[in-house]
């Protein structure tokens, strides 16, 4: 079974640029997740899809973050304009279902910003 | 809103040596869930508790469930070097239908051979 594939894996931007990542879940995953990992802390959720609708988007800075997920499989975050304390990897996760089903992480894209 | 609290936050042992890491949630959970992030990787689930006082084990990990189902707490015995990386706990948001997790901070696990 393939995991969670995310791309691109490592991005440098300045601040004020844009920069969008990508998120393809496991096959037959219903929810689809975007987190945030700042070094040295645990994650923190900024957007939760439940096929192609959002269940939680609390934590997204919607100011400057935006998500989506088209016909409920890939999804993309995108940041405009990026600031430094943007600077973390973001985490795709997915899952069957929401509630108590564990969670599948993608390997992650690591944000720089100069 | 819900928090999620972890210590220690790091833990230096020599290989052999025993672990524990402690979590505590600020409300009553569902259940707990236990992932590792090993360095420069992203987390992998471990074990999800439901029962309150529930203890489960795999291998040398031994997981248990407070009885109040608000703390929790990851025992490694005989560490070894395979065992380095930060271990996180979560938790679900009690206030929604959708379980959105809330993770501690992390306890970073240093095993020095």
């Known amino acids: 079974e393939a995991g969670v594939a995310q791309s691109p894996r490592y991005k440098i931007i300045e601040k004020r640029q844009s920069v969008a990542f990508w998120c393809n879940p496991i096959?037959?995953?219903?929810?689809l997740y975007w987190y945030q990992q700042i070094l040295g802390q645990g994650p923190k959720l900024l957007i939760q899809f439940q096929n192609n609708g959002v269940v939680d988007d609390s934590q997204l800075p919607k100011d400057r973050f935006s998500a989506e997920r088209l016909k409920g499989v890939d999804s993309t975050l995108k940041i405009q304009p990026a600031k430094l304390e943007d600077s973390a990897v973001y985490l795709c996760a997915s899952s069957l279902g929401t509630g108590d089903y564990e969670q599948y992480f993608g390997p992650g894209t690591r944000l720089t910003v100069t | 809103g819900q928090q999620v609290m972890q210590i220690p936050q790091y833990q230096h042992v020599q290989e052999g040596e025993d672990f524990t890491t402690y979590c505590n949630s600020s409300t009553t959970l569902s259940n707990i869930q236990w992932y590792k992030q090993r360095p420069g990787g992203h987390p992998v689930f471990l074990i999800q508790l439901v029962k309150s006082g529930e203890v489960k084990k795999q291998k040398r990990l031994t997981f248990q469930f407070g009885e109040a189902k608000k703390n929790s707490s990851l025992h490694i015995t005989a560490t070894q070097t395979t065992d380095v990386g930060t271990y996180f706990c979560a938790g679900p948001d009690g206030g929604t239908s959708y379980g959105k997790l809330t993770f501690g901070q992390g306890t970073i696990l240093t095993v020095h051979p």
């Open positions: 096959s037959g995953h219903a929810t």
